[in-house]
Protein backbone atom coordinates (compact mmCIF):
# COMPACT_ATOMS: atom_id res chain seq x y z
CA UNK A 1 0.00 0.00 0.00
CA UNK A 2 0.96 3.43 -0.95
CA UNK A 3 2.42 5.90 1.80
CA UNK A 4 0.63 8.99 2.25
CA UNK A 5 3.67 10.70 0.85
CA UNK A 6 3.85 8.28 -2.34
CA UNK A 7 0.09 9.22 -2.31
CA UNK A 8 0.72 12.45 -2.31
CA UNK A 9 3.29 12.19 -5.42
CA UNK A 10 1.17 10.14 -7.62
CA UNK A 11 -1.65 12.31 -6.92
CA UNK A 12 0.95 15.51 -8.37
CA UNK A 13 1.71 13.69 -11.42
CA UNK A 14 -1.49 13.02 -12.35
CA UNK A 15 -2.84 16.56 -11.85
CA UNK A 16 -0.18 18.35 -12.91
CA UNK A 17 -0.74 18.03 -16.81
CA UNK A 18 -4.01 18.70 -16.86
CA UNK A 19 -3.28 22.03 -14.49
CA UNK A 20 -0.61 23.44 -17.26
CA UNK A 21 -3.01 22.67 -19.67
CA UNK A 22 -5.74 24.51 -18.31
CA UNK A 23 -3.95 27.74 -18.45
CA UNK A 24 -3.48 28.03 -22.22
CA UNK A 25 -7.36 27.41 -22.67
CA UNK A 26 -8.04 29.99 -20.11
CA UNK A 27 -6.38 32.67 -22.14
CA UNK A 28 -7.74 31.07 -25.15
CA UNK A 29 -11.10 31.41 -24.06
CA UNK A 30 -10.16 35.11 -22.77
CA UNK A 31 -9.30 35.81 -26.44
CA UNK A 32 -12.45 34.16 -28.27
CA UNK A 33 -14.74 36.11 -25.65
CA UNK A 34 -12.97 39.22 -26.42
CA UNK A 35 -12.74 38.53 -29.95
CA UNK A 36 -17.00 38.43 -29.55
CA UNK A 37 -17.59 41.21 -27.47
CA UNK A 38 -15.49 43.47 -30.19
CA UNK A 39 -17.52 41.81 -32.80
CA UNK A 40 -20.99 42.19 -31.25
CA UNK A 41 -19.80 45.80 -30.15
CA UNK A 42 -19.29 46.85 -34.23
CA UNK A 43 -22.21 45.26 -34.65
CA UNK A 44 -24.28 47.44 -31.94
CA UNK A 45 -22.71 50.49 -32.89
CA UNK A 46 -23.29 50.31 -36.97
CA UNK A 47 -27.17 49.75 -35.83
CA UNK A 48 -27.02 52.61 -33.71
CA UNK A 49 -25.18 55.02 -36.15
CA UNK A 50 -28.17 53.32 -38.62
CA UNK A 51 -31.39 54.83 -36.18
CA UNK A 52 -29.40 57.62 -35.55
CA UNK A 53 -28.98 58.72 -39.26
CA UNK A 54 -32.74 58.20 -39.75
CA UNK A 55 -33.32 61.04 -36.88
CA UNK A 56 -33.46 58.98 -33.83
CA UNK A 57 -32.42 60.90 -30.81
CA UNK A 58 -29.74 59.12 -28.61
CA UNK A 59 -32.19 59.61 -25.77
CA UNK A 60 -34.86 58.00 -27.66
CA UNK A 61 -32.85 55.17 -29.40
CA UNK A 62 -33.94 52.09 -28.16
CA UNK A 63 -32.18 49.21 -26.68
CA UNK A 64 -34.34 46.48 -27.74
CA UNK A 65 -35.34 47.64 -31.18
CA UNK A 66 -31.20 47.73 -31.78
CA UNK A 67 -30.80 44.41 -30.00
CA UNK A 68 -33.73 43.07 -32.11
CA UNK A 69 -32.06 44.26 -35.13
CA UNK A 70 -28.55 42.67 -34.27
CA UNK A 71 -30.51 39.67 -33.56
CA UNK A 72 -29.63 39.10 -29.87
CA UNK A 73 -31.19 39.69 -27.19
CA UNK A 74 -31.65 42.55 -24.74
CA UNK A 75 -30.49 40.58 -22.15
CA UNK A 76 -27.78 39.52 -24.05
CA UNK A 77 -26.96 43.76 -24.93
CA UNK A 78 -26.84 44.06 -21.13
CA UNK A 79 -24.51 41.00 -20.21
CA UNK A 80 -22.07 43.04 -22.94
CA UNK A 81 -22.66 46.69 -22.06
CA UNK A 82 -24.11 48.46 -18.72
CA UNK A 83 -26.28 50.60 -20.90
CA UNK A 84 -26.15 52.52 -24.25
CA UNK A 85 -24.63 55.35 -22.88
CA UNK A 86 -21.69 53.17 -21.52
CA UNK A 87 -21.42 51.48 -25.21
CA UNK A 88 -21.23 55.14 -26.34
CA UNK A 89 -18.08 56.18 -23.68
CA UNK A 90 -16.28 53.13 -24.46
CA UNK A 91 -16.63 53.96 -28.64
CA UNK A 92 -15.90 57.93 -27.61
CA UNK A 93 -12.56 56.79 -25.73
CA UNK A 94 -11.30 54.89 -28.00
CA UNK A 95 -12.41 57.28 -30.92
CA UNK A 96 -10.53 60.16 -28.76
CA UNK A 97 -7.34 58.05 -28.83
CA UNK A 98 -6.93 58.01 -32.60
CA UNK A 99 -7.90 61.45 -32.85
CA UNK A 100 -4.68 62.54 -30.40
CA UNK A 101 -2.33 60.52 -32.61
CA UNK A 102 -3.69 62.30 -35.62
CA UNK A 103 -3.63 65.81 -33.27
CA UNK A 104 0.44 64.94 -32.38
CA UNK A 105 1.45 65.55 -35.93
CA UNK A 106 0.43 68.82 -35.47
CA UNK A 107 1.66 69.93 -32.22
CA UNK A 108 5.09 68.53 -33.48
CA UNK A 109 5.72 70.80 -36.35
CA UNK A 110 8.41 73.18 -35.81
CA UNK A 111 10.19 76.22 -37.40
CA UNK A 112 10.21 74.50 -40.85
CA UNK A 113 6.62 74.61 -41.11
CA UNK A 114 4.50 75.95 -43.69
CA UNK A 115 1.11 76.79 -44.70
CA UNK A 116 0.84 73.77 -46.86
CA UNK A 117 2.08 71.54 -44.39
CA UNK A 118 -0.64 73.03 -41.88
CA UNK A 119 -3.13 72.55 -44.40
CA UNK A 120 -1.94 68.97 -44.78
CA UNK A 121 -2.39 67.84 -40.88
CA UNK A 122 -5.58 69.94 -40.20
CA UNK A 123 -6.71 68.00 -43.33
CA UNK A 124 -6.05 64.60 -41.25
CA UNK A 125 -7.60 65.85 -38.47
CA UNK A 126 -11.18 66.56 -40.21
CA UNK A 127 -10.70 62.74 -42.15
CA UNK A 128 -10.42 60.97 -38.40
CA UNK A 129 -14.13 63.25 -37.32
CA UNK A 130 -15.54 62.62 -40.93
CA UNK A 131 -16.19 58.69 -40.84
CA UNK A 132 -18.58 58.67 -37.19
CA UNK A 133 -20.74 62.27 -37.43
CA UNK A 134 -23.98 60.33 -35.73
CA UNK A 135 -22.10 58.83 -32.92
CA UNK A 136 -19.97 62.07 -32.19
CA UNK A 137 -23.08 64.05 -32.36
CA UNK A 138 -24.93 61.54 -30.07
CA UNK A 139 -21.65 61.82 -27.56
CA UNK A 140 -22.50 65.27 -27.50
CA UNK A 141 -26.31 65.08 -26.49
CA UNK A 142 -25.12 62.17 -24.07
CA UNK A 143 -22.94 64.99 -22.32
CA UNK A 144 -26.50 66.14 -20.71
CA UNK A 145 -27.75 62.85 -19.45
CA UNK A 146 -24.60 61.25 -18.50
CA UNK A 147 -21.73 62.10 -16.09
CA UNK A 148 -19.40 59.54 -17.32
CA UNK A 149 -19.89 60.77 -21.02
CA UNK A 150 -19.21 63.99 -20.08
CA UNK A 151 -16.63 63.38 -18.03
CA UNK A 152 -14.71 60.99 -21.38
CA UNK A 153 -15.11 64.63 -23.35
CA UNK A 154 -13.81 67.12 -21.02
CA UNK A 155 -10.58 64.79 -19.92
CA UNK A 156 -10.02 64.36 -23.90
CA UNK A 157 -10.70 68.45 -24.60
CA UNK A 158 -8.47 68.77 -21.78
CA UNK A 159 -5.44 66.53 -23.62
CA UNK A 160 -6.07 68.45 -27.01
CA UNK A 161 -5.92 72.26 -25.15
CA UNK A 162 -2.78 70.86 -23.29
CA UNK A 163 -0.93 69.44 -26.71
CA UNK A 164 -1.56 72.55 -28.53
CA UNK A 165 -0.54 74.73 -25.72
CA UNK A 166 2.06 72.68 -25.42
CA UNK A 167 3.00 73.08 -29.21
CA UNK A 168 2.57 77.22 -28.71
CA UNK A 169 5.04 77.23 -25.42
CA UNK A 170 7.43 75.21 -27.81
CA UNK A 171 7.03 77.37 -30.85
CA UNK A 172 7.48 80.55 -28.99
CA UNK A 173 11.21 79.41 -28.20
CA UNK A 174 12.04 78.39 -30.97
CA UNK A 175 10.47 81.59 -32.65
CA UNK A 176 7.95 80.51 -35.27
CA UNK A 177 5.12 81.10 -33.09
CA UNK A 178 3.85 84.40 -31.89
CA UNK A 179 5.31 85.19 -28.40
CA UNK A 180 2.43 87.69 -27.72
CA UNK A 181 -0.04 84.90 -27.54
CA UNK A 182 -1.09 83.54 -23.74
CA UNK A 183 -0.50 79.69 -24.68
CA UNK A 184 -3.15 78.07 -22.51
CA UNK A 185 -6.05 80.54 -23.72
CA UNK A 186 -5.05 80.69 -27.28
CA UNK A 187 -5.27 76.60 -27.21
CA UNK A 188 -8.78 77.16 -25.37
CA UNK A 189 -10.23 79.18 -27.83
CA UNK A 190 -8.98 76.92 -30.72
CA UNK A 191 -9.52 73.84 -29.56
CA UNK A 192 -13.30 74.53 -29.02
CA UNK A 193 -13.63 76.56 -32.26
CA UNK A 194 -12.04 73.53 -34.22
CA UNK A 195 -14.27 71.25 -31.89
CA UNK A 196 -17.87 72.91 -32.32
CA UNK A 197 -16.49 73.38 -36.43
CA UNK A 198 -15.66 69.84 -37.52
CA UNK A 199 -18.36 68.43 -35.26
CA UNK A 200 -20.42 70.62 -38.05
CA UNK A 201 -18.72 69.72 -40.74
CA UNK A 202 -18.83 66.26 -40.34
CA UNK A 203 -22.63 66.50 -40.17
CA UNK A 204 -23.31 68.77 -43.01
CA UNK A 205 -20.33 67.10 -44.88
CA UNK A 206 -22.81 66.99 -48.00
CA UNK A 207 -24.01 70.06 -47.63
CA UNK A 208 -20.91 72.17 -47.44
CA UNK A 209 -17.70 72.95 -49.79
CA UNK A 210 -15.51 71.15 -47.22
CA UNK A 211 -12.03 72.25 -48.95
CA UNK A 212 -12.80 75.93 -48.73
CA UNK A 213 -13.84 75.15 -44.84
CA UNK A 214 -10.38 73.58 -44.27
CA UNK A 215 -9.04 76.55 -46.14
CA UNK A 216 -10.47 79.02 -44.06
CA UNK A 217 -9.99 77.28 -40.59
CA UNK A 218 -6.01 76.74 -42.08
CA UNK A 219 -5.99 80.61 -42.34
CA UNK A 220 -7.31 80.90 -38.92
CA UNK A 221 -4.96 78.94 -37.35
CA UNK A 222 -1.88 80.33 -39.94
CA UNK A 223 -2.53 83.69 -39.33
CA UNK A 224 -3.17 83.04 -35.31
CA UNK A 225 -0.25 81.28 -34.23
CA UNK A 226 2.66 81.77 -37.54
CA UNK A 227 1.97 84.24 -39.72
CA UNK A 228 3.13 86.88 -37.14
CA UNK A 229 6.81 85.60 -36.96
CA UNK A 230 7.63 83.54 -39.73
CA UNK A 231 8.93 85.09 -43.25
CA UNK A 232 6.01 85.46 -46.05
CA UNK A 233 8.10 82.59 -48.39
CA UNK A 234 6.34 79.68 -45.92
CA UNK A 235 2.94 81.62 -46.44
Not at 19 to 36: I, S
Not at 58 to 74: H, K, M, P, T, Y
Not at 80 to 101: I, M, P, Q
Not at 209 to 221: E, H, K, L, P, W
Request: charged residues 25%.
Amino acid sequence: MASLGERAELHDEATAVPAAAAAPAARKGRKQGQARRDELRALVLEAVERHLRSGVSFADLNVADVARECGISRSTFYAYFVDKTNLLGTWYEEFNRGLLAVARQWWALDASVTRDRLAEVLAAILEAYRPHPELLAATHEAIGMDASVREAVEVAMQQYIDGLSGHIEAGQRGGFVDPTLPPGETAYWLQWMAERGLHMLGRRAPDVDSRQMMDAYTGIVWNALYAPVLPRTTQ
